[in-house]
């Protein structure tokens, strides 16, 4: 794919670090811990990777309506709209046969349902369908496209499509604001600037900072943060912060949900009698386990913690067959049109529509934040709009690290440290001369958790995999409600081998052993992704299903039996990564864990106070605040493993710690940045206690 160096000169030149697209609003902005610098990084990274052509023709993939849809099919496809002749080609594959299929246009700008246009009847064409056509600029005239859709010939698009997806962010903030000329859309070598393409207005754009012709970043993403934290669009008084605290990683557990009232919204189910079954109380209140109707609303709903929404920018890419992955679908749909559907999710298909970011909005939504059960939009709920989209798409985007780490370049001062870091990082274990494994030699990590973020080393993309975490026996809250659904991740076909016995029904995709055989104790798998091991020490409990409690309890579950008798313990080809660890070295992996989220913890509280130093109160409190859990989490997760490797870098952040709870206290500017600057030297001396 060729780089168009001229789109990322002339259309990003002087946007990115702090700087605005366009004037600063009068008030502060407050991005809380959204960070417009990253999220600037990211999109240059996306334009760099464009296709030369890119400024002419807009890409939209493709992808199964997964759950919390009508209909759902294995199958793929991608549209491609040329901007200067109004050409719209639409590809589809995997469909079934013998049905017809429409592709429709969806413009959710309309005020009371999306407004639709149909481009016709899918035709037979390869193993696939496909559909050209050329469109009316007067038919179309003020229409937005911001959704295509491929549906059963006279299913309403609007709620029963097979395919499904939107602009990306990216795409949109590409296509707001743009020189066209610099973008040379026209004849090469032209002497005069050619004028914008012909059909630009049918492009979705991001909302325009006030006063200027291009969107600010830093306003898109304080927006985001004001619907994450206060919007509760018309639902029952939950938000996305209900469950997904910014002063707690953006997630919740069990601890957390002791502390809260009972008049907070978290516990709906329990005060609303409309809602008395929109979660199980108990497990929620002992486990912090929801209930997800990832399956679809017509089957049983599953229990899932919730996921941090740290570093969602490095977990995105959706591991395929064609990229030499294990198990999803093959389809070069997929590979070649930089589809929307995206890794979210515990199993990675709990999104709507498209199944990308943006779409697990709306998903969560409806899952969530109705005021009944009968789920009716405009009624029990109403879905963010595209505007509001972007705006919290433009936030989670912005949310942690934006780049890996890399491990490599990482030298800890405590031995036992770098001795977890040698475990976590071969891939696998030696073998002796009899070809043996020489099991303790390696913990197997880095195979699935590249850099210890969430990327295969083999694809670099996220995976699912099957680790028999949803075979343990006794998992806690099975014991506390036996009569919970088995959770089956990937996909909603019904198997009924699920469960530590291999006799309980749940819901997956079907795939088989990825060895090519099914022997009796490695049934159909049950396949959920592979998170991000860098944020992992502060955001317990583990698993998808909260059923491990510790760091030192999540690394030990890999030496046993449920793991290595699992599929994800053998790569499709056979290579062994089944692990046989000491405790010992459990302890030093474990330490190794504790030791990057806290480099981790340094790095963003020393980004908030920065934010802190510029803004007058009480938006400086408010980030000192979110501050201070950054600083705190790095001391528990330092202290939280009893082995304390690095006690001076410890006794540093106990110091910032209480230099900002001073500094969150003062009305003064002056003194209150004295002392959080005092924070941001001692925090940066903790690092240097513990890496060279």
Known sequence: MKHHKLLVTAALAGLWGFALFGPRSPEPLFTGHGDPAALGRLFDRWAAGQREDGNRRMVVGLAPTWALSKATAAAGGRATLDLADGWMRVEATGLPAGTAYEAWLLDRHAPARPAAFKLGTLAPDGAGYALSTRLDRDRQAGFTLDAVAVVRAGDDPAAAGLLSGSPSLFQRLRYTGRDWAAARIGPPGADQPPAPPAFDFLLPKVAMAAGGNKPSLEQLIAQGHRLFTKETFGGNGRTCATCHRPDHNHTIDPQYIAKLP??????VAETNPALKDLEKPALLRQFGLFLANVDGFDKPGVMRGAPHLLALSTSLGFETKAMGGEFQEDSDYFEQSGRTAQAVGWSQDGAPDGGSLRDFAKGAVRQHLPRTLARIEGVDFRLPTEAE??????YMLSLGRDTEVILAALKFKSPVVERGKALFDQKQNPVDAGQQPVFGQSANCNGCHMNAGAMSSTTLANPTRDTGVERMRDQLHHLAD???AYDGGFGQQLQTDCGPDFDRACYSDGSLDPRGVRPAAHPRLNR???PSLIEAADTAPFFHNNSVATLEEAVAYYNTDS???SPGAFTSKGANRQTHIDSSQVQAVALFLRSINALENIRSANALDTKALALPQPQAGQMVHLAMAETQDAIEVLRGGMFI???DALAKLEQAYQLQKQ?????????????LNQALALRTAARADMVE
Request: a negative charge; aromatic letters at 10%.
């Open 262 to 267: 009972p008049t907070d919204p978290l516990f």
């Open 482 to 484: 036996p009569t919970v």
């Open 645 to 647: 490797p690095f006690p």
């Open 528 to 530: 959920f992704n592979t």
């Open 563 to 565: 793991f290595n008798n």
């Open 389 to 394: 989209l972007d705006a919290l798409e433009a």
């Open 663 to 675: 500094a969150r206290r003062e009305a003064s500017d002056a003194p209150r940045n004295d002392l």
